[in-house]
């Protein structure tokens, strides 16, 4: 056998949704593969692979980031969120999640995690956008069903749904 | 009463699950599985000489490594032709693994299986393939001069050549005051779906049987196809279809050389075997559409009437033709959008090349033939200075026309014959939308600004819900849980929720106690799929069927359980009661349990079903003759032709004086699709359908060099459209109903992406003053043909 033939596993641990999480995985292991296939995570969606369309975005430290451009062992010791940690109760949707439903902006649902991550993380930054600042933050990522304007309008319906969730709580 | 829910933007059923992380798209299933990989041919044209597999197997985790030679039986034979036609002269189809000769780079070569994904591709970096190598053919012009050939049995690079005309095109042409020809040229774009292909296949050893996921839009058309190339018993495979991520058209081509081999080596190995696409997989091996070279002859009166059309093409099919020459009978057919022709001609040669094979794409050769004709039109209005909707309106079929038969066979093998439209209509209202008559003094104030805007309009007609047929089965549960299964897949249009809300009318139960069953050979073993506009019309119209056999049965035994007259009988929210007497009333899930004799009680429920319960007829059998036990029911819906949606966009563009570069300002749909369901769906449908327009109008398309090798084959290089590409659609409705089906119903899906290449040349034609021929079109590209016009005035007079 060669070197290349046999792979040293590294024990890599995270913290993922709050939870301590460790896996044993190789070097080169990309942090979507590891959250979806060591930690079974699968909401984390893979659609391009190098960086583009955006399905895999998750919160790095509550930043958004790439999880097919990261390696998981990079990410030891860091803070991952993904769109199970936002919320994975179908009967308790976030803000951001109930804005989707209600503004009809999904149609497949396989972008939809990297929307949700990402739009989760901007309305922390930006609580209160308007359509043109909504369409801005999220060009970043790809759909191929929405046509976007729905999904446009539910950035800013999630931004009122936080308001109207603090008022209830008030 | 309740609220009726069909006509009502209710909220999608399947959102909550697919917004929190819990959908099941291919690759979520299967953890453990083992991971399939592919060496594929970095060659277009190539034969294969050696090879040399013994470096792989020395890598820790490889379980099996397979070329063509190991595939035994059928699986070793060419892959099937699966709509043939009598003009498909030379089909032609590859191997599962090629056997000595590629034809396209990225065709499957050698078939990798081990523990991980990562695994299996080292393995594939460490196979050697010996190739000599031979000039390919890539592009229409190459393949149209012939002078090499793809397969060297197929003369000309000609699959298949039909000629279809109606009328005598040579008298009326040559009677005809105006005559016109264009050449016109539409580029290869891709239906890229976010998630790509992927098959996950189980064999049962103790049972014989397999079980087969993938990411398809046919479960019953791949669980056949598998079934006949690894020569089992139907009723040994499975399919079942999962959440898919996109389709748009490429997934309903099958069997994928995949959907083969995966489920081959799940049981020649024991074991779960898993591949998911990645995506330049998805670039190189997957399908493409909507090349063409078109010539258009059109002659007309001094009014702008077609008196005949004389139309040819030459359509790219790529490497092989397992789908058919379904796109370039589209193109042919549904060319002729909401016109009368007068007389006219369509003759196309589908022709072979070295590059990724052809099959349909959202909208499938329509958005091509609406160009070519729409083109046409503009092209004629230039011609005799006329507004180009006057043009348009002085063709136009008529409300009291229809049915209209245009005396063409369409891609069903039917007449193509028109259901309904009002075209007049339609034209009215996107005038109106998007302010037609009020452009001109736009457009003044907009040069006064230096600001250089145009306006397009492009019209369509699409045949949607072709046949042959689909079924519905209706199965109402003693807690009053109302199961509904129909076998055609879902890949993000919402069936879950439609057929639901179609089900809750014809039933009179609650939305929320529907749960509807998509693409699982189990539930529903026959089917045709999800393509063509068809799931609302052939589903919706099934499971409609189906609910009214349910409710029959029940009102046959709540009239006698309430020793009434079943047509004094209604259902509401789940429960039988007497017109105008409420208080005489039955819940339908205790009709369920009637509907049942049973011997146990294995609840609560079930003792009032039992021998010893409730009073009978000790002379009549516990089921009658002409009875089944249960309340359930099954019907299909199968119509005589397929019934055609229509529609017309609009758009503002602006074309920067200086960089060329071309900004959508406005675009206005005004789409007919019969009775609208879900109107919140339908608008979702048409806003996707024109982004993926937009992407093919002025940024997508398929870059391959002279040597066949895919120039942009991520997307990096190939441009997806993002938020800041694709403009606010503005809509507004009409509802022409559908007489061909109970529920008046055409298809959604495609609409939005038919007309938009079309629309958007005629508006940057319009902004520029000169022709547009060739599409899509980049600001470089502008800027070039500006050059080339440089003589001609900036404004053309009267254009619009």
């Given amino acids: 056998m060669t070197d290349a033939a046999t792979e040293q596993l590294l024990e890599i641990t995270l913290r993922v949704n709050g939870v301590r999480r460790t896996a044993s995985a190789p070097a080169r292991r990309l942090l979507s593969d590891f959250l979806r296939h060591d930690l079974g995570l699968t909401g984390t969606h893979v659609g391009c692979e190098h960086g583009v369309c955006g399905a895999c975005t998750v919160l790095l430290d509550g930043e958004p980031a790439r999880a097919c451009l990261v390696f998981a062992v990079t990410a030891q010791a860091h803070e991952v969120t993904t769109v199970e940690g936002i919320g994975h109760d179908p009967a308790n949707l976030s803000p951001v999640q109930q804005a989707f439903a209600e503004c009809h902006a999904l149609q497949c649902g396989f972008c939809t995690p990297g929307f949700i991550t990402t739009i989760t993380a901007y309305l922390d930054e930006n609580p209160q956008p308007t359509p043109e600042e909504a369409r801005e933050a999220i060009s970043g990522n790809l759909c191929r069903c929405t046509g976007y304007q729905n999904i446009v309008k539910a950035v800013v319906r999630a931004s009122e749904i936080v308001r109207e969730r603090e008022e209830e709580t008030r | 009463m309740t609220t009726r829910q069909v006509g009502e933007p209710v909220q999608r059923r399947e959102d909550p699950r697919l917004l929190t992380g819990n959908g099941r798209y291919l690759d979520d299933l299967g953890l453990g599985a083992l991971q399939a990989a592919f060496v594929r041919s970095p060659h277009a044209h190539a034969r294969v000489v050696d090879i040399d597999i013994t470096d792989a197997w020395e890598l820790d985790g490889v379980e099996a490594i397979y070329t063509w030679e190991d595939l035994d039986g059928r699986v070793g034979e060419p892959l099937p032709v699966l709509i043939p036609h009598p003009a498909l002269t030379h089909p032609r189809t590859g191997y599962c693994l090629a056997k000595s000769e590629v034809n396209h780079v990225g065709e499957a070569v050698v078939m990798v299986v081990a523990r991980d994904r990562y695994v299996a591709e080292d393995a594939c970096g460490r196979i050697h393939v010996t190739y000599e190598t031979l000039k390919p053919v890539v592009g229409l012009e190459n393949a149209r001069a012939a002078t090499r050939l793809v397969h060297d049995d197929a003369p000309g690079n000609v699959a298949a050549n039909l000629l279809q005309e109606v009328g005598d095109v040579d008298s009326a042409m040559a009677a005809a005051p105006n005559t016109l020809t264009l050449e016109l040229e539409i580029e290869r774009s891709a239906c890229m779906p976010m998630e790509g292909k992927g098959v996950y296949a189980r064999w049962d050893a103790d049972d014989a049987s397999l079980r087969i996921y993938s990411s398809t839009q046919t479960s019953t058309g791949v669980r056949a196809a598998v079934a006949a190339k690894l020569e089992m018993p139907l009723a040994k495979v499975e399919v079942v279809t999962p959440d898919v991520g996109g389709g748009f058209g490429v997934k309903i081509m099958h069997p994928w050389p995949e959907e083969v081999l995966v489920p081959w080596a799940a049981r020649r190995l024991g074991r779960d075997v898993k591949w998911t696409e990645d995506r330049r997989e998805h670039f190189v091996s997957s399908a493409h559409e909507r090349g063409q070279l078109q010539e258009v002859t059109v002659g007309f009166d001094d009014d702008g009437r077609l008196l005949a059309l004389d139309v040819r093409f030459w359509h790219d099919n790529g490497a092989y033709t397992p789908y058919g020459i379904i796109v370039p009978i589209i193109t042919a057919t549904q060319l002729l959008g909401p016109y009368k022709p007068g007389a006219y001609r ?455």
């Fill in chain 2, 346 to 800: 369509v003759e196309f040669w589908s022709l072979y090349t070295n590059t990724v094979l052809v099959t349909p794409y959202r909208g499938a050769g329509r958005p091509q033939g609406c160009y070519a004709m729409e083109r046409t039109m503009d092209a004629i209005a230039a011609h005799l200075g006329l507004d180009r909707t006057e043009v348009r309106s002085r063709n136009f079929i008529q409300p009291d026309e229809m049915p209209y038969d245009q005396g063409l066979m369409f891609q069903d093998g039917r007449p193509l014959k028109y259901d309904s439209g009002d075209f007049p209509a339609s034209l009215a209202k996107l005038k109106d939308l998007v302010g037609w008559d009020d452009f001109a003094a736009y457009r003044e104030q907009a040069a006064r600004e230096g600001r250089r805007v145009g306006l397009g309009i492009g019209c369509y007609v699409e045949g949607t819900g072709v046949g042959p047929y689909e079924g519905g089965h209706v199965q109402v549960e003693t807690s009053g849980r109302v199961n509904v299964a129909t076998g055609l897949t879902t890949q993000g249009q919402g069936h879950q929720t439609v057929l639901a809300q179609i089900v809750a009318d014809q039933l009179g139960v609650r939305l929320e106690d529907v749960h509807v069953t998509t693409g699982d050979t189990r539930r529903m073993a026959y089917a045709v799929g999800t393509f063509a506009s068809r799931g609302a019309v052939m589903s919706g119209n099934a499971v409609a069927l189906a609910a009214k056999v349910v409710r029959d049965k029940a009102l046959r035994i709540a009239a006698d359980a309430l020793e009434v007259s079943a047509d004094d009988l209604e259902i509401v929210d789940g429960v039988i009661s007497v017109k105008g007497a409420p208080g005489t009333s039955i819940d339908l899930k205790t009709i369920a349990v009637m509907s049942n004799p049973l011997r146990y009680a294995f609840d609560t429920a079930a003792q009032a079903a039992t021998q010893f319960a409730g009073t009978f007829d000790p002379d009549k059998p516990p089921v009658a003759d002409d009875d089944e036990p249960g309340l359930e029911g099954q019907d299909f819906y199968s119509p005589t032709q397929a019934t055609f949606a229509n529609g017309m966009h609009a758009a503002v563009v602006e074309t920067d004086p200086v960089t060329a570069e071309i900004r959508i300002l406005r675009y206005c749909v005004i789409h007919d699709c019969g009775v609208m369901v879900n109107p919140m769906i339908v608008e979702g449908q048409v806003h996707g359908g024109v982004a993926q327009g937009v992407g093919g109008a002025l940024y997508e398309r398929m870059v391959y060099d002279e040597g066949g090798q895919l120039l942009n084959a991520s997307f990096m290089d190939f441009l997806v459209p993002y938020a800041s590409e694709v403009p606010h659609v503005e809509t507004d409705h009409l509802e022409t109903p559908s007489p061909l089906n109970p529920l008046g119903l055409k298809g959604a899906g495609e609409a939005g992406t038919i007309p938009v290449t079309a629309v958007i040349a005629s508006a940057v034609e319009d902004a520029e003053g000169f022709p547009i021929r060739s599409m899509p079109i980049s600001p470089a590209e502008l800027w070039e043909l500006r050059r080339q016009h440089s003589s001609v005035p900036v404004a053309l007079e009267g254009a619009s």
